[in-house]
């Protein structure tokens, strides 16, 4: 396509630096790609800057040519390289240009020369060069050709390399570094030469004149160089993913891109993991205030990554979590220690002679532990033992590894400490070697043990999500998972709520007659009932009636055909008073009193076990019934720790070791287990869980004759913050098939609460007070944690909305809180909404779950009343 044909620029036209990697140069359809951009950055009247890396797979070539020793290759190699790019000059349809015939001849040159007239690092310095020189130079006919005429600048001419004093020959020529400070000189030269200049990554020139290269991250770095000395409207750094993640979208899918972030945090975020940009290539950057964009070529309407001087205040948050690997730690224990003068000293320099960097430091009275970090060393067993050696000579030396650090990343770390209680929880349950807080207080790292990495970063990304942690709800910052873009799995659909259009009308009305109430929407419920009842794998579903106990709600779902789990005497009571006598009934109780099982058992429903008590000391009870037995599958899992319902330190089901004795008594009793039941927890999102523990169950029900069915629980989550992926149903049910597929004997029985209610219903309440106070904005309303507790209770977050002033700009950021005495009486906090007034109807989403029927009188305020829409 050719681009349109814009007016000149004036000499002061603002500069956009791009820079396009390897992969991005190598075809023609991605030139044609690179035409169309540079063409629309220029019609935007800014003057352009294209940088570019070699063709994929030409630095390595270059990089074999030089390890040959003999001439033939070399030259045969260098053809091989020239063959690359006429072929692609082919594709093209141009005819070789100059610029790019006499790199080619002075590669040919290089390859017969060989190193010895240059000097062996000179010479692979020269020859390596020649990637980016060639593909500029290609780069520029094609674009000139396609009507953009574009110059094709030298940038050793541009970046002169800078003499540090520790460098070495081979780190001169090789990892060079530049000094780029804005030259409005440089500036007003190009601008006389034209408006589009395609230049080369990766090079520069030393005083000597001789060519060096950039080292690692090296084309990135060019074009932060450039866009110092230009100072330009911003870089644009173009590759093959829309920008930096809050954590490794291979390790977290549900990753989400940061839109936003300051210099110091995106160095912080690449320096710990993040591989799509060198973290050597902001600073340059950061004293001129130039922005740096990350895009992604083959994407290019998302809006990728910004990083620049941080204006807009936002609430602080964790940006980003992330993992390496292959961490060293090296502990020095001395019982002498304390108050010794000049140990820390004698220890550090062994590192020195061995040439280790340290990263992390712990110390206490007599040991200093240090992490080592494979990207800065090479950490071989040999340097490692050699050092070792050495400090014995001084202390005790404990050598761990492998480990990994596992880094929080965000600015105004000490400010977020509270609401990091569930992530310091999970460590607690880890050996966790050391801590360390980055005097910056940028970041907090803890290192633990390599093994436990992978599992345990998806979790703890969505702790911090679920904590409030990592602002994912301020969409200013955080754009979408990485799953949503690229997964193509399973995402929220872009439907929007349903009270946000149709019903808004319905629902100022209902506030205006009355608030606080709930709002429960009926075909929410069915459609979330329909999602359930396309899950093939499943027998019988029950719906866990403590969600929601509203009878509207119960009756529905009786006519979708679910069946019921209750918790309580009051729970049964509540189901048989609105639905059939034909549907089926489970009572699942924990730790309840023997007169809640006699009721039970007077019942249909079929009565869970989850202890040895009842059948120790009320076996008669029991004698010659059917029972359903709740194990404790050894884990819990949810969204926060306070709804997980496993594992050792939770006091629900019957713990492993003590199911043979249970057999036993339900033997003596002749009581026949016909179901095993295990249920982890609430809010989970992970597919998988639900045939993990169906294999599970099933491997125990094996053991046991009499089990017919296996109960894997409820705990299907719904994505609270948006652009959280939802539970796939068809990926859980491809799931569950596959298990039973291998257990074909039982039946598949589930029990959900949250996912069938939680949109469901809506929370309506109204502004009473505004207040400023501490820096902080209150907007206080009619109801708080004694309607919703979950905000207090487990740090849930639930969207509010100003209902009255839908659409209008959100320009105050508001402390929602509630009228009750107790600080915890928190909505939400850091929500950005519309400036709002007294009266104005304020909605609380997603409170058809675990709202109204956790509610209370606390401080005898009225309840909330609830209202059913159909
Ligand atoms: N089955 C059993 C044995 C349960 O204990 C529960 C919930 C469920 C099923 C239903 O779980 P669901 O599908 O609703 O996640 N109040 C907390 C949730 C506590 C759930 C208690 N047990 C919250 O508001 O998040």
Redesign the pocket.
């Known amino acids: 396509m050719t681009p349109p044909i814009s007016a000149p620029l004036p000499p002061d036209a603002p500069w956009i630096v791009m820079k396009f990697g390897g992969t991005s140069v190598a075809t023609l359809p991605r030139w044609q790609n690179i035409c169309e951009l540079v063409a629309s950055r220029r019609a935007e009247g800014a003057r352009v800057l294209v940088v570019v890396s070699a063709l994929t797979g030409i630095t390595d070539a270059l990089k074999q040519l030089c390890g040959e020793g003999e001439q033939d290759k070399r030259k045969a190699a260098a053809g091989a390289i020239a063959q690359r790019h006429y072929d692609l000059l082919e594709h093209m349809q141009l005819a070789l240009p100059d610029t790019l015939g006499s790199r080619l001849s002075d590669l040919a040159a290089l390859a017969a020369d060989g190193p010895a007239p240059r000097g062996e690092l000179a010479w692979q310095a020269q020859v390596q060069a020649h990637g980016e020189l060639m593909s500029s130079a290609l780069g520029a006919a094609f674009l000139s050709h396609s009507g953009l005429p574009t110059q094709w600048l030298d940038a050793r001419e541009c970046l002169a390399a800078v003499a540090l004093p520790n460098q070495n020959e081979r780190t001169r020529l090789l990892s060079a570094m530049v000094e780029a400070k804005p030259d409005p000189a440089l500036n007003a030269r190009l601008a006389a030469l034209g408006e589009v200049f395609i230049t080369q990554g990766f090079i520069a020139r030393e005083t000597h004149g001789r060519t060096v290269l950039l080292g690692r991250g090296g084309s990135d770095t060019s074009a932060a160089y450039f866009g110092a000395l230009l100072k330009a409207q911003r870089v644009e750094i173009w590759t093959d993913v829309a920008g930096m993640f809050t954590a490794n979208p291979r390790q977290v899918p549900g990753a989400r891109l940061l839109q936003r972030l300051d210099y110091e945090e995106a160095q912080e975020i690449a320096s710990t993991g993040a591989k799509v940009l060198h973290p050597r290539c902001l600073s340059p950057l950061r004293e001129p205030r130039v922005p740096l964009l990350i895009k992604d070529t083959n994407r290019p309407e998302l809006d990728g990554t910004v990083i620049g001087p941080e204006v807009r205040a936002h609430a602080p948050s964790v940006k980003a979590i992330s993992a390496r690997k292959g961490i060293t730690l090296v502990s020095m224990e001395s019982v002498g220690m304390w108050q010794q003068v000049g140990f820390l000293a004698d220890v550090f320099a062994h590192f020195k002679t061995h040439g280790l960097s340290v990263d992390l430091i712990g110390s206490a009275e007599t040991n200093v532990t240090v992490s080592l970090d494979p990207t800065e060393n090479l950490l071989d067993s040999d340097a490692i033992a050699a050092l070792a050696s050495d400090l014995a000579k001084v202390c005790r030396v404990k050598v761990i590894a492998p480990c990994a650090a596992i880094t929080l990343v965000g600015r105004g770390m000490r400010s977020l400490l509270h609401t990091l209680s569930g992530v310091l929880a999970e460590f607690g349950q880890l050996r966790v070697h050391l801590i360390s807080q980055s005097s910056n207080n940028l970041n907090l790292t803890f290192v633990v043990d390599e093994e436990v990495v992978d599992a345990l970063l998806p979790h703890l990304h969505d702790l911090l999500i679920g904590a409030g942690a990592l602002r994912t709800d301020d969409s200013v910052l955080f754009g979408p998972s990485w799953q949503m873009l690229y997964g193509g799995g399973d995402i929220v659909p872009a439907v929007p709520a349903w009270w946000r259009v149709a019903q808004r009308p319905r629902l100022l009305e209902l506030a205006a007659a009355a608030t606080p109430r709930y709002v429960y929407h009926l075909p929410t419920v069915r459609q979330q009932a329909h999602e359930l009842k396309s899950l093939a794998a499943v027998d019988r579903l029950h719906y866990?009636v403590?969600?929601n106990t509203h009878p509207a709600i119960l009756r529905t779902l009786a006519a979708e055909g679910f069946a019921f789990?209750c918790?309580s005497p009051g729970e049964l009571e509540a189901v048989s008073a609105v639905v059939p006598a034909s549907v089926p009934l489970l009572f699942?109780p924990n730790f309840a009193p023997r007169r809640d099982y006699v009721r039970a058992l007077a019942t249909r429903a079929s009565v869970t076990l989850d202890a040895l008590h009842p059948l120790q000391h009320w076996g008669e009870l029991f004698r010659g019934r059917e029972i359903v037995l709740?194990v404790d599958l050894g884990r819990g899992l949810?969204?926060?720790e306070?709804?997980r319902?496993g594992g050792s330190a939770s006091k629900?089901g019957l713990p492993l070791d003590q199911l043979p004795t249970f057999l036993q008594l339900a033997d003596a009793h002749g009581v026949a287990v016909r179901g095993l039941?295990a249920?982890l927890?609430?809010?989970?999102l992970d597919v998988a869980h639900w045939g993990e523990v169906y294999a599970q169950l099933a491997s125990l029900a094996e053991r046991i004759a009499s089990v017919v069915f296996l109960n894997i629980?409820?705990?299907?989550?719904v994505p609270a913050h948006p652009g959280e992926a939802s539970l796939g149903i068809a990926a859980l049910d491809r799931a569950l098939r596959e298990v039973k597929a291998a257990y074909p004997q039982y039946q598949l029985w589930m029990?959900?609460?949250?996912?069938l209610v939680a949109d469901a219903g809506v929370l309506l309440t109204r502004v009473t007070q505004l207040k400023d106070k501490g820096g902080f904005r209150y907007l206080g309303v009619d109801t708080g944690m004694n309607s919703l507790i979950?905000p207090a209770?487990?740090d849930?977050w639930h969207k509010i909305v100003n209902l009255s002033r839908l659409g209008e700009p959100a320009t105050a950021l508001y402390q929602v809180v509630g009228p009750i005495c107790e600080s915890g009486d928190v909505l939400g906090t850091d929500r950005r909404l519309p400036e709002a007034a007294e009266g104005d109807v304020i909605l609380i989403a997603q409170a058809g779950?675990?709202g109204k029927v956790?509610s209370s009188h606390y401080n005898l305020r009225d309840e909330a009343d609830e209202v059913i829409i159909d």
């Open positions: 866990a403590k969600a789990e918790v699942t709740r949810g969204h926060h306070k709804v319902t629900f039941h249920h927890g609430s809010g989970v629980g409820g705990g299907l989550g029990e959900p609460g949250r996912y979950r209770l487990y849930a779950a675990y956790m």
